[in-house]
């Protein structure tokens, strides 16, 4: 079954904090890991995506960790401040046509 | 112009009524994708259509159908609307029946009354 679970469902951390949000998948033909934000009365937008072929991506202040075996992958946040505030959302795909969504994390970070 | 947009914004339809919603692709992409997300749910995948054909569908009922158009616009329509229809309708444009490169509009939220 094409399942992505992600945890926390929601999380708050103080501003600067790192918050850290995990994603665990099942079918192991996914190949293209993608993170997304969204804000509230938005559509998610792309904030960056991974390959099962490399362990780690970063792009800024955000870090994608992947590790293959254990079927998982986390987004890490630096230095975070309180207009990250939104809601993150892990999918993850094969052969396109369609993304497999998490459930989302409500983050909030407070000053 | 860039961007997905799509329209209305809010909808509020009873029970048994049908809905139509509309989405216009970003420049450059040939490929639309619907979603539907529930409050506090992550985005379902409803169908996709590439050259004006339906190229996958998720687990919907055929009172779920779509259309693309020559110009990449593209409708999703739903027949006697239930109340668990209610939620927030995302189309998607990419390029290609690519996923890596979606472009999402700020959706319809559909209230079933």
């Known amino acids: 079954q094409q399942q992505v679970k992600q945890s926390p469902q929601s999380l708050i951390v103080q501003k600067g904090g790192i918050p850290i949000i995990n994603c665990a998948y099942e079918n192991t033909a996914f190949d293209y890991f993608p993170w997304y934000q969204q804000f509230p009365g938005k559509g998610p937008a792309l904030l960056i995506a991974i390959r099962p072929d490399v362990s780690e991506k970063k792009e800024g202040r955000f870090t994608i960790s992947f590790n293959k075996s254990a079927k998982q992958f986390s987004l890490h946040i630096m230095d975070s401040q309180p207009g990250d505030s939104a809601t993150y959302f892990c999918a993850a795909n094969f052969g396109n046509e369609k993304l497999t969504f998490g459930t989302g994390t409500r983050l909030t970070i407070i000053p | 112009e860039t961007g997905v947009t799509q329209s209305p914004t809010h909808l509020i339809k009873t029970r048994g009524q049908q809905v139509t919603l509309r989405c216009s692709s970003q420049s450059g992409h040939n490929t639309v994708s619907w979603y539907q997300q529930a409050l506090g749910q992550g985005p379902q995948f409803i169908f996709q259509y590439y050259r004006e054909e339906e190229n996958g569908r998720g687990n919907f009922p055929p009172r779920f159908s779509g259309l693309q158009f020559p110009n990449y616009s593209s409708e999703l329509n739903v027949n006697a609307l239930e109340l668990d229809d209610s939620a927030l309708y995302l189309c998607?444009?990419?390029?290609?029946?690519?996923?890596?490169?979606?472009?999402f509009g700020s959706g319809t939220r559909l209230t079933v009354v």
């Open positions: 998607a444009s990419s390029f290609s029946r690519a996923v890596y490169g979606y472009t």
